[in-house]
T-cell receptor, first 114, second 112 residues
Framework: DADVTQTPRNRITKTGKRIMLECSQTKGHDRMYWYRQDPGLGLRLIYYSFDVKDINKGEISDGYSVSRQAQAKFSLSLESAIPNQTALYFC?????????????FGPGTRLTVL | GENVEQHPSTLSVQEGDSAVIKCTYSDSASNYFPWYKQELGKRPQLIID?????GEKKDQRIAVTLNKTAKHFSLHITETQPEDSAVYFCAAQGGSNYKLTFGKGTLLTVNP
C-alpha cells in the first residue's frame, strides 16, 4: 500500500548536535509537511512544501530547516539541537489539485534532546 | 493567521453514552474542517470532514456540525465504545491556502 514513512523512529541526541529527520512517501503526493506534537499543544506546523522548488515556513520554523530532495522526500534538520526541541515529529502529505486538503501522516519520530 | 480553539481538553464517558467535542475558528474564510483521531502511539488519521457549504455530515456513529455564522464546529460520537478512546483533533483550512491549523486536542476516554 502507498504510505508515508519516517526515519529514524526514535532518536536521542545531545544539545548542540545536528540532526536530520527523513520522510519518504509512495503516495505520489506533491504536498509535504512537517509538524511537531507536544502534549497539550496539538500539532504545530514547522515547514511545508507544495512541490520540489517550493518551501514555506510554518508557525514554528525557528531552529529548523528543511530540504525537498525529490517529490517523494522531505527532510527536516535541527542545526543545533536544544532540549526544548524534544517532541514527537510527524511528516504528512496531501495531493495537489484537490482543494480540500486531507493529509496523510507518517508514523512519527520521537526525538529526545539531552 | 487562523486560530483554532478546542474544548474540552479531556472527556470521560461511559460506554454507550454520547461524546461531543467543540471547536471554534477565527478566520471567516476557512472552508474545510477535518477531524483526526490519534490512538495511543499511532499516527493521526482522518475520521470525518466537512466543507463550508454543508451544515452537517454523518458517518455511522460519527457526525460533524458546522455553524459558519458563529465560526464553530463540533464532533458528535454516539453509542461510544472503548475503541473510541483516543485523542481527537479538529482542524481548519484557510480560504487562501492549503494549510491546516489544528486545535490542541481532546483526550477521550470511554469507560467499559
Amino acid at each position: 500500500d502507498a504510505d508515508v514513512t519516517q526515519t529514524p523512529r526514535n532518536r536521542i541526541t545531545k544539545t548542540g548536535k545536528r540532526i536530520m529527520l527523513e520522510c519518504s512517501q509512495t503516495k505520489g503526493h506533491d504536498r509535504m509537511y512537517w509538524y511537531r506534537q507536544d502534549p497539550g499543544l496539538g500539532l504545530r506546523l514547522i515547514y511545508y512544501s507544495f512541490d520540489v522548488k517550493d518551501i514555506n515556513k510554518g508557525e514554528i520554523s525557528d531552529g529548523y530547516s528543511v530540504s525537498r530532495q525529490a517529490q517523494a522526500k522531505f527532510s527536516l534538520s535541527l542545526e543545533s539541537a536544544i532540549p526544548n526541541q524534544t517532541a514527537l515529529y510527524f511528516c504528512a502529505t496531501s495531493a495537489q489539485g484537490i482543494y480540500y486538503n486531507e493529509q496523510f501522516f507518517g508514523p512519527g519520530t520521537r526525538l529526545t534532546v539531552l | 493567521g487562523e486560530n483554532v480553539e478546542q474544548h474540552p481538553s479531556t472527556l470521560s464517558v461511559q460506554e454507550g453514552d454520547s461524546a461531543v467535542i467543540k471547536c471554534t475558528y477565527s478566520d471567516s474564510a476557512s472552508n474545510y474542517f477535518p477531524w483526526y483521531k490519534q490512538e495511543l502511539g499511532k499516527r493521526p488519521q482522518l475520521i470525518i470532514d466537512i466543507r463550508s457549504n454543508v451544515g452537517e455530515k454523518k458517518d455511522q456513529r460519527i457526525a460533524v456540525t458546522l455553524n459558519k455564522t458563529a465560526k464553530h464546529f463540533s464532533l458528535h460520537i454516539t453509542e461510544t465504545q472503548p475503541e473510541d478512546s483516543a485523542v481527537y483533533f479538529c482542524a481548519a483550512q484557510g480560504g487562501s491556502n492549503y494549510k491546516l491549523t489544528f486545535g490542541k486536542g481532546t483526550l477521550l476516554t470511554v469507560n467499559p
